[in-house]
């Protein structure tokens, strides 16, 4: 199997795979999730789905998918079809989210210089943020590159081995870094992954004094990606630029000063009027 070939692969295995990490301390409510779970069945194939199919597919006791599909549907959020006898969500979930969307505290400014960034870099661009023991993408703009990293908002990613984890922990003062690290599993993601906490240490710790974070295969085979954080008010958040190796490895500088120029200019934006901000440079 070629690099390229192996990268799409991984791309795939990304897109496909169920997001299962949960940031510590959360509780799994069991309605919530089989609500979820309904309409991720529902994106996963894309068509109307039989009351069993749908019962099947989530794993739900038909008699609970039952009911939950009769409420979805007494709110508007289903409708059911006669032939063959089906359901399938309306546009009701997409109109709601989109309104909530808008009113995203980041996505009217920091958007467009994501987009941007994602333009001159021609890799995928990532917002994020730490959310318990994990990072959460809030924002990503995928590379228009056929072979990609590809990922969707909402995913959680480790804090050892992605890139922006190693940002938000590089955000940290060294006594904090080195406990929070030394109190939390390291597992092997890939075979690149940094296990030992001295070495990952160390590896932020460096990193911070270039003012920005690399990740070489870490927490995807064959992906490399570049990360830096800042503060917008008083939330930390981390930018970061991702690859397949073949491209980034020799493009890891040119993507840094570009990555570190947009989080200054987005810090300069939020100075003016709303919060002091800052990007480590």
Known sequence: MNQEQHIQNAELIESASPIVARPAGSVAVTAVERVLDIFEAFQKVQKPLSLTGLAELTGIP???????????????????????????????????????????PFVERVMPLLERLGEASSETVILGKRQGDVVIYLEVVESPHPIRYSAKPGEFKPLHSSSIGKALLGSLKEPELRAQITNRPLPAIT???????????????????????????????????????????????????????????????????????????????????????????
């Not at 038909?62 to 359901?87: E, Q």
């Not at 570009?258 to 002091?276: E, V």
């Open 191 to 281: 075979g690149s992954t940094l296990t030992e906490p001295e070495a990952l240490v160390n590896d932020i710790l460096e990193s911070r004094r270039h003012g920005y974070f690399v990740t070489r295969g870490e927490n995807v085979p064959d992906v490399w990606a570049v990360s830096a954080f800042l503060s917008i008010n008083s939330e930390m958040l981390a930018v970061a630029i991702a690859g397949p190796q073949h491209r980034m490895e020799n493009n890891i500088l040119e993507c840094a000063q570009l990555l570190l120029a947009t989080c200054s200019f987005i810090s300069r934006q939020w100075d003016r009027p709303l919060a002091k901000s800052r990007c480590l440079m």
């Open 62 to 104: 038909k008699s609970s998918c039952h009911a939950i599909v009769g409420t979805l549907t007494a709110r508007g959020y289903l409708f059911s079809l006669t032939h063959p006898r089906s359901l399938y969500p309306t546009r009701r979930f997409l109109d709601i989210a989109r309104a909530i969307h808008e009113k995203d």
